[in-house]
């Protein structure tokens, strides 16, 4: 069944085959891998086309999961879905904690600073493992590198599309 794409959330890309049934090999790209096995369907997007595809089973195997899709019954087949990414609404996204954001949302956003006013806008989100780091791209100072910490980020404003942090002394160079 071909969807129209709207605004939909990669949860997962299949990175090849499993064996000679038909069985697809998926990437989780999503914090909530357990919400493969719930599944019954998902949308997969490949070369910008969407189809909507009826799910067999779900196992993990390793660091991934293993899908069985209805329609798919050898290796041929599952080749044919190498690179595609299982996306989902965003009306099915898990809730995340209060003052906690899928990257998907602070992509985009303008961060002002309390005190020097608008910095830039938010281009990138950098996973280092103790925390995400913030890539701003500034027009006045370039790239600037803030680190996702509460003694940081002041406020996100997802309906304004505004990010207020108070940045650390050293973050930017000010020409002075």
């Known amino acids: 069944m071909k969807l129209k794409m709207g605004n939909l959330i990669s ?87 209060e003052n906690c954001f899928y990257h998907f949302q602070l992509q985009g956003l303008r961060v002002y600073d309390v005190e020097m006013g608008f910095l830039g806008e938010l281009k990138e989100i950098l996973e280092t493992g103790a925390n995400d780091v913030y890539l701003v791209d500034s027009q006045q100072f370039g790239e600037i590198l803030i680190p996702a910490i509460k003694d940081v980020i002041v406020k996100v404003d997802l309906v304004n599309k505004e990010m207020r942090v108070r940045l650390l002394t050293g973050l930017i160079e000010s020409e002075e």
């Open 11 to 97: 949860i997962g890309k299949i990175i090849g085959t499993h064996g000679y049934r038909g069985l697809v090999k998926v990437l989780p790209l999503t914090d909530f891998p357990e919400r493969f096995e719930k599944m019954t369907a998902v949308k997969l997007k490949k070369n910008n086309k969407l189809t909507e595809t009826l799910i067999e089973s779900v196992k993990p195997y390793k660091s991934f999961y293993l899908f069985k899709f209805r329609h798919v019954e050898t290796k041929e087949n599952a080749q044919e879905y190498k690179n595609a990414l299982l996306q989902i609404e965003e009306n099915e996204l898990y809730p995340l904690p």
